[in-house]
């Protein structure tokens, strides 16, 4: 049943002939609009996270203005609200401290304004949880549009993806294997268009998410940025969007456990970002669905990974669209997919990929010939890890899987980058690096910190990876042996704090364990003699942040935010 322009929201605003409805209308007029313009229409925000910093979206300004066509088309009333442009590379000390921001600014945006339905612009790595979980929260119509990748870089004949190829390439040169202008060559060329990352990093992943969550148009998330085609999605969005309000289509009506399964499912899959887990557990946590990490480690053992896409594969982004994107990825596993779910389409998933297929099976392998027979994503237990941690096995050197050696701890990421390349460093290829002060409220903000630097000696030698651990995260882009997100965090006190050098850590990720060898005396003896650090911050949103972030198996997202008591509407005026 199709709701009536006298259900619309934005009626509230507009109808009627006292003070307020006269305000309204007359503002509205105030930009040159007419009453055939607004009247009756459903207004769609566009919260576009557009910035000069934030460089992954720098094509925003035009896509805004081409959903604002659709809205148009399809008898809407296009607003463009301008929010916290979160960026991966500008934004200190973590642009993870401003996924939450994101998210309030996003509900608060949409509560406080004549809104009825949104088109969410986001691409570039925290952007996509964070408009997600504040659309979700506010509950109105609405639909995704990813930025799209950026175009393969390029240098000296070679493909170069981002972050991976970076991290690859600095350790060469750390090495004294790559010189100074071939380093300069590289970073003319690496990113070489509008669009976010173009390896299946964090924000691949999650705008793959989104999609499979059903939440952007089929085939959305894989488009690259300056592709043509992504004019034309945008538009699409736009004339989504208004039929979406006339249906009252909502997140609530799309993102139930069996999307969340999906997502998981894809994620695993594709090879996705260990970040995802942290986005989707606080995505969740917004529908009141906790999303436990086994849920995770049960699903990666029964999903093949079929996208051979760096970090755990060969090729790019761009690779993948011409293979057929996401749509024929998710077609070839569609058994393992809830394929009644419910997407922003109207359709269900199932419909959504019905005439998908690959055109590439070298990018979007067969079932029966995967990059890796199980999903990329272990998750860790032990007396260093009570409430898990996280690795990336397809992303390791074998090898070091079943590990144990002794720790080298530094106690921050100053501590590291002063002794990590010391002559004085006593370390060797069967050390474990261990990195404390680098969590959710320690870090602050979870720094993509986790992929620690291998020691300049052992560089000189061949080594390329070795065991490391910390309560940070890693850039979807990174790869090695890393176990990340250890929670609870050593800042607040976890194990992870009692850590000394010399110590025997022993990881074994066949049977998920992660245990530090000090027997329980010492341990005791240890968290006795520890004293806390002063908080972060004393004022600002670092003293908010702090005070109310929770932990990484938690989702990291404000404790006051989770899904619980309805938030009213806002009375009018
Ligand atoms: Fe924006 Fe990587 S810097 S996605």
Redesign the pocket.
């Known amino acids: 049943m199709k709701k009536s322009p006298e259900q619309l929201r934005s009626h509230r605003w507009f109808d009627g002939e006292d003070l307020r409805a006269f305000g309204h209308r007359s503002r509205a007029k105030q930009m040159g609009y007419a009453d055939e313009d607004f009247a009756g229409k459903p207004i769609i925000g566009i919260i576009n996270t557009w910035s000069d910093l934030t460089t ?1 979206h720098s094509h925003f300004r035009t896509r805004a203005e081409e959903v604002k066509r659709g809205v148009w088309q399809a008898g809407g009333f296009p607003v463009e609200l301008p929010a916290m442009p979160v ?3 500008f934004m200190k000390p973590s642009p993870m401290m401003y996924r939450n921001f994101l998210a309030m600014e996003t509900e608060e945006l949409l509560r406080s304004q004549p809104i009825d339905g949104v088109v969410l612009m986001g ?3 925290k952007t996509t949880p964070g408009l997600l979980m504040g659309a979700t929260s506010m509950n109105l119509p609405a639909i995704y549009l990813p930025a799209g990748p950026m175009l393969r870089g390029n240098w000296n004949g070679q493909v170069l993806g ?1 972050g991976s190829d970076v991290w690859k390439y600095w350790a060469e040169k750390r090495a004294g294997r790559i010189s100074d202008c071939e380093w300069s060559e590289m970073e003319d060329g690496i990113a070489r268009s509008p669009g ?2 173009m390896t299946m ?1 964090t ?1 691949s992943t999650m705008t793959s998410i989104a999609e499979t969550l059903g939440m952007t148009l089929p085939g959305a998330s894989s488009i690259p940025a300056v592709d043509a085609n992504h004019s034309r999605m945008a538009s699409a969005c736009g004339r989504r969007i208004v039929e979406m309000v006339w249906d009252d289509l909502k997140p609530s009506d799309i993102l139930d456990l069996a999307a969340f399964e999906n997502a998981i499912t894809a994620d695993m899959a594709i090879g996705g970002s260990t970040n995802a887990i942290i986005h989707l557990v606080a995505l969740a946590g917004r529908v009141g669905i906790k999303l436990d990490l086994k849920t995770f480690d049960d699903i990666s053992q029964r999903t093949p990974m079929i996208a051979n896409l760096r970090p755990s594969g060969e090729y790019l982004m761009e690779d993948f669209y011409y293979a057929g994107g996401l749509k024929a990825l998710l077609k070839q596993i569609a058994d393992f997919l809830n394929l009644d779910c419910v997407t922003v389409s109207g359709a269900t998933i199932g419909d959504n990929i019905q005439t998908a297929r690959v055109c590439k099976p070298e990018v979007i392998r067969a079932l029966d010939n995967p990059v890796s027979t199980k999903g990329g994503t272990a998750i860790l237990y032990g007396n260093l890890a009570p409430n898990g941690a996280v690795i990336k096995p397809t992303a390791a050197e074998t090898r070091l899987l079943q590990h144990a050696g002794p720790a080298v701890v530094f106690k921050n990421f100053q501590d590291m980058m002063d002794r990590v390349d010391g002559d004085d460093l006593v370390v060797d290829e069967k050390s474990v690096l261990v990195l404390q002060n680098a969590g959710p409220v320690g870090g602050p903000g979870m720094p993509e910190w986790g992929m620690l630097p291998i020691p300049k000696k052992l560089l000189k030698k061949g080594v390329r990876d070795m065991v490391r651990i910390s309560d940070a995260r890693m850039s979807g882009t990174a790869y090695g042996a890393c176990v990340l997100h250890v929670a609870p965090e050593s800042f607040i006190g976890g194990p992870l704090a009692f850590v000394r050098d010399g110590d025997f850590i022993e990881l074994d990720v066949a049977n998920r364990k992660l245990d530090l060898r000090v027997n329980d005396d010492e341990m005791a003896r240890r968290r006795a003699q520890w004293r806390p650090e002063p908080p972060r911050y004393e004022r600002g949103f670092g003293a908010l942040y702090g005070a109310h972030v929770t932990q990484a198996d938690q989702g990291c997202d404000f404790d006051f935010l989770h899904a619980g008591a309805a938030t009213s509407e806002p009375e009018i005026h």
Request: hydrophobic residues 10%; glycine residues 16%.
């Open positions: 992954c960026n991966e590379t691409g570039c790595d981002s976010h990352c990093g924000a």
